[in-house]
């Protein structure tokens, strides 16, 4: 189910599978249907893409001011982009780890309820580009992020560490200043995209939440520090220094207090 999802290309109907697929795992946790085995998968190295968007280079993707409706809609284009990635990405860690790390029920349920969202999120994108007048697929998109998937694709560790614990938690510190752009619009389409923003920022902290938690169990596991282990893997795998500023409130919510990400960051400084 997993890899099927990520050998999907188009994103409205990688996304509608994906939400059925969620929903037939829980149904069946429920006991309202027969049991879902679990498998092994050898899923792609990267999941299959529409023609559109265009990807390039970080470097390549237009700028634009997000004070005005063309900077607002490349603004939804890249949440929307950012999204349907994240799909893939827990898909990925079942298909991809699911099989060969011994992990109670629970990993498999957490990572197909954030898939599950994270499909929701996409849609409800998609329907705010749509009542703007666009599509997803119509502006270029950043050709990096399935990079970290790429790097940590034979380190669960790795995995957990780069994407949610730090990619993910990038979205708790820059969400509410998108939702204050939008708010300022205040136009039929800009409040709809302050609906969508504010159902991701609130679930979004349950997906760095389940990257800590797994992150921890595993360290329990190996009887290694928490702390320095994420240090380092972040430190490996994560191409640059972790930007502030940081949503400390939030990412204390999800489990991520200040010493594990501020000695990683541009100033070093916990302080």
């Known amino acids: 189910m997993a890899t099927a999802v990520l050998e999907t290309a188009d994103a409205k109907t990688k ?3 994906s939400r059925d697929y969620a929903a037939r795992w829980f149904a069946a946790r ?6 879902i085995k679990i498998g092994t998968a050898s899923p792609p190295l990267r999941p299959a893409r529409p023609a559109k968007p265009e990807l390039l280079d970080p470097r390549d993707v237009p700028r634009r001011r997000p004070g005005s409706p063309e900077g607002r809609k490349a603004l939804l284009h890249a949440v929307a982009h950012i999204e349907l990635n994240a799909v893939d ?3 990925d860690i ?3 780890f699911g099989g060969r790390v011994r992990f109670p029920m629970g990993f498999f349920d957490d990572w197909v309820k954030s898939a599950d969202e994270e499909s929701k999120h996409f849609q409800l994108v998609s329907g705010c580009l749509e009542s703007m007048g666009s599509f997803y697929g119509e502006l270029a ?3 990096g992020m399935w990079r970290a998937a790429e790097d940590t694709a034979e380190d669960i560790m790795g995995r957990l560490a780069v994407v949610p614990m730090v990619l993910e938690a990038r979205g708790l510190d820059v969400t509410p200043g998108m939702i204050e752009v939008f708010r300022k619009a205040g136009d039929p ?3 709809q ?8 920022y609130a679930e979004e902290v349950h997906h760095v939440a389940y990257g800590s938690k797994w992150f921890h169990f595993l360290c329990g596991r190996q009887d290694t520090d928490p702390k320095e282990a994420f240090h380092r893997l972040v430190r490996t795998y994560f191409h640059g220094a972790l930007k502030p500023p940081f949503n400390e409130e939030k990412r204390a919510e999800a489990g991520l207090p200040p010493d594990f990400y501020w000695p990683l960051s ?3 400084s916990v302080g």
């Open 15 to 17: 996304t509608a599978l």
């Open 30 to 35: 429920r006991g309202e249907t027969p049991e």
């Open 89 to 91: 990405l827990h898909w």
């Open 94 to 96: 079942i298909a991809r």
């Open 141 to 143: 998109a950043h050709a």
């Open 189 to 191: 389409a800009a409040k």
């Open 193 to 200: 995209a302050v609906e969508a923003l504010e159902v991701i």
């Open 266 to 268: 541009e100033t070093g």
